[in-house]
């Protein structure tokens, strides 16, 4: 997730940061409008805007673990592959070594401390209200409050260690994508130094291959786009490749147009009831002989969606130097403490905004049965008004973090980097142990 010296990402830095705020925004629709998941909201009905091939993306914002996947594989593979290229496997393998050691501390410290942020949430019941609301998202992804404190500090203890064995958190269900992710980076540190000295063209095959394997696997979120991230940084290092763009200027942006338009069609297939819309039964028809058994359809929608998007990237440097701007590379920098809070956020901030901060009592039934009260949303009006004022704090709580939180754990694992790596001499030769 944050990006290290690999090099110059700016353009993989914007489509993070893009990902990220369509994780924000799916999530939003999960909790409150989960209609927006399907072609329509029932199936003789109409479709709603949001629910139209295309801006569907916007709020079915699955492909957004499928970016975070591909920028994974991509900015792993990048430095190594660049000093591959000038004939310098040594610093290649050292860059290698020196990543995948920071990698490891960099994610499990700043993740470990968004879960005891929120488990302090929890004990003071800032989650009450989404639980006690009829907001289902809301209610299933929030912690409980533990009445033995005790218990509460081992069930913590337990669910950061689980972040990590098992890929579950039951204080931030958001983080079971930090696993696969961790995982998948090794993967492809492992493929680096393997074919540290193949050429290039058959380390391209080579990443093809891991990549049909993984399609035949059925992993379309994680393993494919891992290697397909690999295959297009080779891609897009590769002279003859660039020399394409530069000399048929025509033919690429008509092979980027079509690319983009197709990708951005095929990541739109919805999470259920296909059938209930002309274009999805389509797409169903030709997907259906696509996935391998077994596989999830959705999920395969966005992962081959998005490959097909990023080939119209490359084909387009214009729409690449776009997603280099400013402000897209601002939310880049934002975007993994922005995956981290926004959950929390969500669930506590949100939920008073929409449904206030009265937490109604347990009622008892004539036949001593306890019910609990819930609370009903008060209408989509309600949301809307919130949200101008809900987002910017989600951001402003992510800059705060990306200011003080972030730097403080990078200097925490440099600290020990510093202390379990071999030492060197001022001239870079490792000292004798």
Known sequence: MPVGKEGNVKWVDGLRGLASSLVVLTHIARAFDGDL?????????APRVLQLPFLRILVQGRIGVTIFSFVTGYVCALKPIKLYRQNNQDAAFNAVAKSALNRVPRLIIPCSL??????????????????????????????DRMGNIFSSINHLIFNIINTWTHGANAYDGNQWTLLPLLRGSMQVYTFIVATAYLQPRYRMIASLIVYFYFYIAGDSAFGMQFFWGVFLCDVQNHPSANEFLVKRPRISRVLAIVFLTLGLYVAS??????????????????????????????????????????????FMPALR?????????????????????????????????????????????????????????????????????????????????????????????????????????????????
């Not at 949430?121 to 912690?143: I, N, Y």
Request: hydrophobic residues 45%; charged residues 15%; aromatic residues 14%.
């Open 114 to 143: 968004a879960t005891v942020i929120i488990w302090f949430m929890a004990q003071l019941g800032m989650f009450l209200v989404g639980k006690s609301s009829d907001c289902w998202w809301c209610g299933k992804t929030a912690p």
């Open 37 to 45: 998941f399907f072609p329509a909201s029932a199936a003789d009905a």
């Open 321 to 433: 130097d776009f997603l280099s701007s400013k402000y897209l590379l601002w939310l880049g920098k934002q975007s993994f403490a922005v995956y981290l809070l926004h959950g929390p956020l969500l669930r506590s901030v949100l939920c008073w905004m929409v449904y206030g901060i009265y937490v109604p009592p347990d009622i008892t039934n004539e036949n001593g049965e306890v019910l609990h009260g819930k609370l009903v949303f008060p209408g989509a009006m309600r949301l809307l008004i919130a949200l101008p004022f809900w987002i910017p704090l989600n951001y402003g709580a992510a800059m705060l973090w990306t200011g003080y939180v972030d730097p403080w754990c990078a200097r925490l694992t440099e600290k020990i980097v510093s202390y379990i790596k071999l030492s060197r001499d001022e001239k870079g030769v490792l000292l004798p142990q």
């Open 269 to 314: 297939y919805p999470e259920g009831h296909p059938e209930w819309a002309t274009w999805s039964r389509w797409q169903y028809r030709v997907l259906v002989h696509i996935v391998p058994k077994g596989g999830e359809i959705p999920r395969f929608g966005s992962g081959i969606g998005l490959q097909l998007i990023t080939l119209g990237l490359h």
